[in-house]
């Protein structure tokens, strides 16, 4: 596709249920991150990939949340058990060169994840 | 060490200029700016590189100060689609973890 994709667009969770999003990166991008964005906030990092390497997770919020893109491309965030701190809006971005500073970032439209 | 915008909310008449700035403790390796309107993913304006090399919207410039601990951004002749909230981004000297800054709101009125 011409564009960074997420799905589902919206997602309403029970606490404690576990919830996969999904992000397709615009083809050929090697780098990609993930971000949440609570309501009236910036985008916080979440993890960053290199093709398959996840080379960084240090913003991941606890051991409930898990990333994977396991052949370069299409990413997964996983989240376990979830809490209602977890609802926000998650943000994936691809950009095409190893260096996260030398390139823009395309976002994709983002996934609203409610948890009741 | 997230970067801190300034101002925090700026009101300008279409066709006035504006200046945001973003600070850091540190020294910027690089900076992104990005605009993010209401409900929408942000959207790439430009690249400010360390040796003060520019990659992007043709109205929008930015700079560094003299020690690279502050970036400034300089939006010329606003239009109502300027509107939105600017954040600056950069990333954690020594990591792969990107921050955005703290955002500036900006709105343009006619």
């Known amino acids: 596709g011409a564009g960074v994709s997420q799905s589902p667009r919206y997602k309403v969770a029970k606490r404690g249920q576990d919830v996969a999003l999904r992000c397709d990166p615009i083809s050929g991008h090697v780098s990609l991150f993930w971000y949440q964005q609570a309501l009236g906030q910036g985008p916080e990092f979440l993890t960053y990939?290199?093709?398959?390497?996840?080379?960084?997770k240090s913003g991941l919020p606890s051991d409930r949340f898990f990333a994977e893109r396991p052949e370069g491309s299409v990413s997964t965030l996983k989240i376990q058990r979830t809490q209602q701190e977890d609802s926000a809006v998650y943000l994936c971005?691809?950009?095409?060169?190893?260096?996260?500073?030398?390139?823009?970032?395309?976002f994709g439209p983002g996934t609203r994840l409610t948890v009741l | 060490q997230q970067p801190v915008q300034s101002p925090q909310a700026v009101i300008l008449r279409e066709g006035e200029d504006a200046v945001i700035n973003c600070s850091s403790s540190?020294?910027?390796?690089?900076v992104h700016w990005y605009r993010q309107k209401h409900g929408e993913a942000p959207v790439f304006l430009m690249i400010?590189?360390?040796?003060?090399e520019q990659k992007g919207h043709e109205k929008i410039s930015a700079s560094f100060n003299e020690k690279k601990q502050q970036s400034s951004l300089y939006l010329t002749a606003s239009q109502l689609s300027y509107s939105g909230t600017y954040f600056c981004?950069?990333?954690?000297?020594?990591?792969?973890?990107?921050?955005f800054g703290t955002g500036t709101r900006l709105k343009v009125l006619a």
């Open positions: 971005a691809s950009s095409l060169g190893a260096d996260p500073l030398g390139n823009e970032q395309f």
């Open positions: 540190k020294a910027l390796y690089s």
């Open positions: 981004g950069t990333e954690a000297t020594g990591t792969y973890k990107y921050i």
């Open positions: 400010l590189l360390k040796g003060g």
């Open positions: 990939f290199q093709n398959e390497a996840q080379l960084d």
